[in-house]
């Protein structure tokens, strides 16, 4: 019993000592004491229980001391638990203090946990970057179609990180300028011998605003030749312009040919009624003889003149319209 009993006090001894140094990090203590940075147990242990690391902390803050900031624990281990990146805030802050960038640790903080890389930031602030636009299709006035690829110089303004647009609204604002810029020229021969002029007109045009860029330069790298857009749509509305005049066409030739058809029934019509006119003719005839108005050799002096007039019309060879209305073909 005395055996089992001294086993599970050294086993609870290892427990307790592995407890203890989990919980007051000694090491980590008496580093920061030679660091010359102020971190008391009480401090490390209550990171602990907050589930801090205290190693993150008493770490980042060791670098910042010897890099010459002025940090306490309190501000890292709020940055901590606010989620943000401690040791990427600590490097930014260095690297913008040795290139005497003007970066406050608010101000970094900030930008760290609006998500984006403020290490990255300063870097670009210091080393300015290069940005390949993709290929910009613009038409110049006389029609034909250029084809540009520029290249933008920006640099990282720390001060309008948070809240400023990011790469796409460059490359847009200056795919935007380009295709201005073109469009403006009167040939495409002019944008050719002088492509600097895209560039002084995109860059005079303040396209960094509201960004979370400097726009330092923008060269323009290619001008490629595209298709004679103008002469293309001038094809387009021709080719329109005479479906127009086809239908028109076709239109007014049905309107024609309904008008023909018109007239054919009026013709129909006419002719009816003069056929319906000359029936009337014999009862005419007839009337007379018996009123008395027309005698038996004006009836046959009438027959002369007709014989006389289908002769003449035989001889020249028309056609002759009978008291009856019917031709006779002599």
Do not use: C
Request: hydrophobic share 50%.
């Amino acid at each position: 019993m005395q055996d089992l009993a001294f086993i599970f006090i050294v086993f609870l001894a290892i427990v307790g000592f592995f407890l203890f140094m989990y919980f007051v990090p000694v090491g980590l203590w008496i580093t920061a004491i030679f660091a010359r940075v102020k971190v008391t147990i009480g401090e490390l242990i209550g990171m602990r229980i907050r589930k801090v690391p205290p190693g993150v902390i008493v770490n980042s803050l060791i670098t910042a001391t010897k890099a010459g900031l002025q940090l306490t624990t309190s501000e890292l281990e709020t940055h901590f638990l606010a989620g943000g990146n401690v040791p990427n805030v600590i490097r930014a802050l260095i690297s913008a203090d040795k290139a005497n960038l003007n970066l406050s640790f608010k101000q970094a903080t900030a930008i760290d946990l609006a998500g984006r890389d403020v290490f990255e930031a300063v870097q670009i602030s210091v080393n300015p970057k290069v940005i390949n636009t993709p290929k910009v299709a613009a038409v110049a006035s006389d029609g034909i179609q250029l084809i540009a690829i520029a290249r933008v110089t920006v640099r990282a303004s720390l001060a309008q990180l948070v809240g400023g647009a990011g790469e796409e609204t460059i490359l847009a604002r200056v795919g935007e300028g380009i295709v201005t810029s073109i469009g403006q020229a009167l040939s495409h021969k002019e944008v050719l011998a002088n492509p600097d002029k895209i560039s002084k007109l995109v860059l005079s045009r303040g396209l960094d605003a509201g960004t979370a860029f400097e726009i330092l330069s923008i060269d323009i790298a290619d001008v490629d030749v595209g298709a004679n857009i103008g002469a293309k749509l001038q094809i387009d509305q021709a080719t329109a312009d005479l479906k127009v005049a086809e239908a028109k066409a076709e239109e007014r030739r049905a309107m024609a040919v309904a008008h023909e058809q018109e007239m054919k029934a009026k013709a129909q019509e006419a002719r009816a009624k003069v056929i319906e006119a000359e029936a009337e003719i014999p009862k005419a005839i007839a009337g007379a003889f018996t009123s008395g108005h027309l005698g038996v050799m004006d009836y046959y002096k009438m027959q002369n003149v007709q014989a006389d007039t289908e002769m003449r019309q035989s001889i020249s060879g028309g056609s002759k319209t009978g008291s009856t209305g019917s031709t006779t073909q002599k």
